[in-house]
C-alpha cells in the first residue's frame, strides 16, 4: 500500500453573495490530517454555466467546456476524494453545485465522496440526501458518515471557530476515516486495467 498522501478536493458548494461555505470549508481543511493532501475549489472562482452542452458528459466524457472551467475540471480530476461542502436551499442542494456536478462525469467515477452539511435547521442533512442520489448515478461511492451544521450561525463564533468543538470535530475525524479506506481502496481498483 503507497504512503503517499490521497489528494482530497473540499468544494464550496454555495456560490451566493454572503455564503458561510468559506467558513465551514476552511474549518474542515483544518481538521485533515497527513493523510491527504488538500486543494479546496470554490465554485465562485469558476466559470460555470448553468446551460449544459449538447451531448451529456456521460456520452461525452470530454465536452468542449467554456475556457473558465478548465483549472475546474483539472483540479476536479485530480482528486482522490471529494468532501461537497452545502447548505440546503430550498430542501434541496445550490444550483451551481449541480451545474458542476453535471458539466462533469469521469471526474467522479469510482471515487469516494463525504459530505458537511450547514443550513438553518436540517444541518444541509436535505441537500446530503439528495447528492447521495446523484453522486451514485455517476458511479461515486458516498460515505455514510458526514458532519452537520444545523443553525450554524449559533455554532461558529467571529473568527470561524466552532464554540464547542468536540463533537463536530469527531465526527470529521470519523468521516477522513471513512474517506481514507474507501479512497485507498479505489485508487488501487482503478489502477488495473478492465478486461475488455
Given at each position: 500500500?503507497?504512503?503517499?498522501?490521497?489528494?482530497?478536493?473540499?468544494?464550496i458548494g454555495s456560490?451566493?453573495?454572503?455564503?458561510?461555505?468559506?467558513?465551514?470549508?476552511?474549518?474542515?481543511?483544518?481538521?485533515?490530517?497527513?493523510?491527504?493532501?488538500?486543494?479546496?475549489?470554490?465554485?465562485?472562482?469558476?466559470?460555470?454555466?448553468?446551460?449544459?452542452?449538447?451531448?451529456?458528459?456521460?456520452?461525452?466524457?470530454?465536452?468542449?467546456?467554456?475556457?473558465?472551467?478548465?483549472?475546474?475540471?483539472?483540479?476536479?480530476?485530480?482528486?482522490?476524494?471529494?468532501?461537497?461542502?452545502?447548505?440546503?436551499?430550498?430542501?434541496?442542494?445550490?444550483?451551481?453545485?449541480?451545474?458542476?456536478?453535471?458539466?462533469?462525469?469521469?471526474?467522479w467515477d469510482a471515487?469516494?465522496?463525504?459530505?458537511?452539511?450547514?443550513?438553518?435547521?436540517?444541518?444541509?442533512?436535505?441537500?446530503?440526501?439528495?447528492?447521495?442520489?446523484?453522486?451514485?448515478?455517476?458511479?461515486?461511492?458516498?460515505?455514510?458518515?458526514?458532519?452537520?451544521?444545523?443553525?450554524?450561525?449559533?455554532?461558529?463564533?467571529?473568527?470561524?471557530?466552532?464554540?464547542?468543538?468536540?463533537?463536530?470535530?469527531?465526527?470529521?475525524?470519523?468521516?477522513?476515516d471513512q474517506l481514507?479506506?474507501?479512497?485507498?481502496?479505489?485508487?488501487?481498483?482503478?489502477?488495473?486495467?478492465?478486461?475488455?
Open positions: 500500500m503507497s504512503t503517499q498522501p490521497l489528494k482530497l478536493a473540499i468544494v456560490v451566493r453573495e454572503g455564503r458561510f461555505g468559506p467558513v465551514v470549508a476552511n474549518w474542515f481543511a483544518q481538521q485533515v490530517d497527513d493523510r491527504f493532501e488538500v486543494d479546496v475549489i470554490d465554485l465562485a472562482e469558476a466559470e460555470v454555466p448553468a446551460a449544459l452542452p449538447a451531448v451529456p458528459p456521460a456520452m461525452d466524457p470530454d465536452p468542449v467546456r467554456p475556457a473558465g472551467m478548465t483549472a475546474l475540471t483539472e483540479r476536479l480530476a485530480a482528486a482522490d476524494a471529494y468532501v461537497i461542502v452545502t447548505p440546503d436551499h430550498n430542501r434541496s442542494y445550490p444550483a451551481a453545485l449541480k451545474a458542476v456536478i453535471d458539466w462533469h462525469f469521469t471526474q471515487k469516494t465522496i463525504g459530505f458537511v452539511g450547514y443550513s438553518g435547521a436540517s444541518g444541509g442533512l436535505l441537500a446530503i440526501e439528495h447528492l447521495r442520489q446523484v453522486f451514485n448515478e455517476l458511479n461515486a461511492h458516498t460515505v455514510r458518515n458526514y458532519v452537520s451544521f444545523p443553525r450554524y450561525y449559533l455554532l461558529f463564533d467571529d473568527e470561524g471557530g466552532l464554540r464547542e468543538p468536540a463533537e463536530s470535530e469527531a465526527a470529521a475525524r470519523a468521516m477522513l481514507h479506506w474507501w479512497a485507498s481502496a479505489l485508487v488501487a481498483a482503478r489502477s488495473v486495467p478492465v478486461a475488455a
